[in-house]
C-alpha cells in the first residue's frame, strides 16, 4: 500500500482540529481565565503547534487518536501540554461537545497503523 499524500481538507483532520481547538479553548478558559473562546498566546501557540503536526500526520484520514499513535510526533514540551489539556478537557468535552467527544471515543478503537506495512 503506498502512502497517501497528506490531506488536510479531510473530514476526519478537520474535525480532529475541532476537537483540538475546543479542548485548547477549555483548558485555556479554566486555567487562563480567557473568555468568549479566545485563548492565550501560550495556548494558541499550543494549537497551532497541533494544527501543524496534524498537517504533516502521515496518516491522516487513517489515523488513530493522537494518543493511541506510535510515532508521537509531538516535541517533549508540547506532549507535555497536550497531555494536560486532553487529561482536563477530554472528560469535559462530553458536557460540553458531545458529538466530538464520541467521535473522539470511537477513533480511539482503531488501531493505530504502522508506517510500513507488510504484506501478508
Ligand atoms: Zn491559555
Redesign the pocket.
Known amino acids: 500500500m503506498l502512502p497517501q499524500p497528506p490531506n488536510p481538507q479531510h473530514k476526519r483532520m478537520k474535525r480532529e482540529k475541532k476537537t483540538i481547538g475546543y479542548m485548547?479553548q477549555i483548558?485555556?478558559?479554566n486555567?487562563?481565565n480567557?473568555k468568549g473562546g479566545e485563548?492565550?498566546?501560550?495556548?494558541?501557540e499550543?494549537e497551532e503547534y497541533a494544527f501543524i503536526r496534524l498537517d504533516k500526520c502521515p496518516f491522516q484520514d487513517k489515523k488513530s487518536t493522537c494518543g493511541k499513535c506510535l510515532i508521537h510526533c509531538y516535541r517533549p514540551d508540547m506532549k507535555e501540554k497536550v497531555k494536560v489539556v486532553m487529561r482536563y478537557s477530554g472528560p469535559r468535552m462530553l458536557i460540553y461537545h458531545p458529538t466530538l467527544a464520541l467521535h473522539h471515543a470511537w477513533d480511539s478503537h482503531r488501531k493505530a497503523p504502522k508506517l510500513a506495512k507488510k504484506a501478508n
Open positions: 485548547t483548558y485555556c478558559k486555567h487562563h480567557t485563548i492565550c498566546k501560550e495556548c494558541s499550543f
